[in-house]
């Protein structure tokens, strides 16, 4: 059942990012960017990792998307009419990402570490929030600070950008 | 079941690589560093199964609060774009230097 589901998750996944890509007007595609991200939230909760999917929806959905939406109602004015037509040389585009899927998948189909991992892959394993508090506030508390800190940086650094400069007629 | 989660993973990446180098809009430019994240956390989640301990979901805990930093100053920047050059174009960013 559960292999179905996440099948059917990965399947949804690749066709939204795929139409995130490809939509002709950008809140399309914001709107399809926020549908990949529930699709992987909702493979993480699937997964076991009960934790990062809360979170991935809190942050991404309540957070990231919120701002991408708040940016286009800014400058609503300013949307392309068509955004087929902003493709700044496809045809390379295409071939890099072609060049690194194949690339990647030929590696990982040929490694044997990954052939060891997938004999030991199990889905019922089930990551505890209470096991990842205690490692992040413990074993990695150093970095931890160390994000908190780049938060504080990226605050200072937006209001610098944005709030201290006059508009230009 | 998990070689589909990898491919999946790298597909979705290939994907975010594609609009990171072929898109003029800056907001979709940005979506398509965020599919490319999404889908290494998607990999790093999936190779978490196959060993016992929880260090896969530490680093995408940190790779999201990286993501939401980067998002937040990209999306800064592309507003001030659109303030003083009256343009959403990547290509006009080098105009910011002279204010």
């Known amino acids: 059942m559960i292999e179905v589901l996440l099948s059917i998750f990965c399947l949804l996944a690749i066709g939204a990012a795929i139409t995130t890509c490809l939509s002709s007007k950008i809140i399309r595609s914001t709107f399809f960017f926020g549908i990949t991200l529930f699709i992987i939230a909702f493979i993480f909760i699937i997964v076991g990792s009960h934790l990062l999917g809360v979170i991935q929806i809190l942050l991404y959905t309540g957070g990231t998307l919120i701002l991408f939406l708040f940016s286009i109602f800014l400058t609503g004015d300013w949307d392309y009419s068509n955004l087929g037509e902003t493709f700044h040389k496809p045809i390379t585009a295409i071939l890099i990402s072609f060049f690194f899927f194949i690339t990647t998948t030929y590696l990982i189909s040929e490694s044997n570490t990954f052939a060891e991992l997938e004999k030991n892959f199990n889905l019922s394993k089930i990551v505890s929030t209470q096991d990842v508090s205690k490692s992040l506030f413990n074993d990695w508390i150093f970095v931890l600070e160390l994000s908190s800190i780049l938060l504080l940086a990226t605050i200072v650094g937006c209001l610098t950008l944005l709030k201290f400069r006059k508009e230009v007629d | ?99």
């Open chain 2, 1 to 99: 079941m998990f070689m589909l989660l990898v491919y999946t993973s790298i597909l979705i990446s290939s994907i975010g690589i594609f609009m990171l180098l072929s898109k003029k809009h800056i907001l979709s430019i940005l979506i398509g560093i965020e599919l490319f994240l999404n889908g290494i956390n998607l990999l790093f989640i999936t190779i978490c199964k196959s060993y016992s301990n929880d260090v896969a979901n530490i680093f995408i805990l940190f790779i999201l609060v990286i993501t939401a930093c980067e998002v937040a100053i990209g999306l800064a920047i592309f507003l001030l774009n659109q303030r003083i050059n009256r343009t959403i174009d990547i290509n006009d960013l080098d105009k910011l230097r002279d204010n």
